[in-house]
């Protein structure tokens, strides 16, 4: 049983283009939340799609963005990057259904911008 | 103030002590507490999940929650070398989203 999946798993970019990241939940979860993880910090959350809907976001400007796809993968964008986007990006899936809603992350996206 | 307080560490222990992680958190809404063990630039790994009050043991973890004083804490027994990582907790609601503290580095020198 595959877990979480996310490609690419490197990427370097630089300030003012735009960015693509993909993540693949784990077999039988239906929600995809997005964090970002800064170094030396714990991850914060960005946003959590549900049935191909944003169903809540962080503290995050609109320069990001994000799309679930009926097959549940979600694939989250960043437009207009700058220095201070600099980080692993991390995707963690979940059952809408389980109490709790235990998430599990993917390895992550380490994203420099330079 | 932070809704979660870690310490960064790092902390540093021998082989075979025991360990002791703490978070404090100021959201009385929280009702679900974990904490993530990460390894250097890898994704986090769920440790342990609870969502009551009290102790849960898993092997050699064990999490401990005091809602009243919003505290929880990570215990690890005998600790291992390969141990050494970055422990997070991490707290929920119903609303999805989870909190993290900043994670503490954890070192167990053999």
């Known amino acids: 049983d595959a877990g979480v999946t996310q490609s690419p798993t490197h990427l370097i970019k630089t300030r003012g283009q735009q960015v693509t990241l993909r993540c693949s939940p784990k077999s039988g979860h239906d929600t995809v939340s997005w964090y970002q993880q800064a170094l030396g910090q714990g991850p914060q959350f960005i946003f959590q799609?549900?049935?191909?809907?944003?169903?809540q976001r962080g503290n995050f400007p609109d320069r990001f963005s994000g799309h679930q796809f009926p097959n549940y993968s979600s694939e989250l964008n960043v437009n207009a990057l700058w220095l201070g986007d600099s980080a692993l990006y991390l995707c963690?899936?979940?059952?809408?259904?389980?109490?709790?809603?235990?998430?599990?992350f993917g390895p992550g996206t380490r994203l420099l911008v330079l | 103030q932070k809704e979660v307080e870690q310490d960064p560490g790092p902390l540093s222990v021998p082989e075979g002590a025991i360990v002791s992680l703490n978070c404090t958190y100021s959201n009385s809404a929280f009702q679900y507490f974990m904490w993530y063990r990460q390894y250097s630039r890898k994704g986090p790994e769920l440790l342990m999940y609870?969502?009551?009050?009290g102790n849960k043991e898993d092997g050699r973890f064990t999490a401990q929650v005091d809602k009243s004083s919003k505290y929880i804490s990570l215990f690890i027994r005998d600790s291992q070398p390969s141990d050494s990582a970055t422990y997070l907790c991490?707290?929920?609601?119903?609303?999805?989203?989870?909190?993290f503290g900043q994670g503490t580095t954890l070192q167990v020198k053999p």
């Open positions: 991490a707290m929920g609601s119903n609303t999805g989203k989870l909190i």
């Open positions: 963690a899936s979940s059952s809408l259904a389980t109490v709790g809603e235990t998430q599990y």
């Open positions: 799609y549900y049935e191909e809907e944003e169903r």
């Open positions: 609870t969502y009551s009050s």
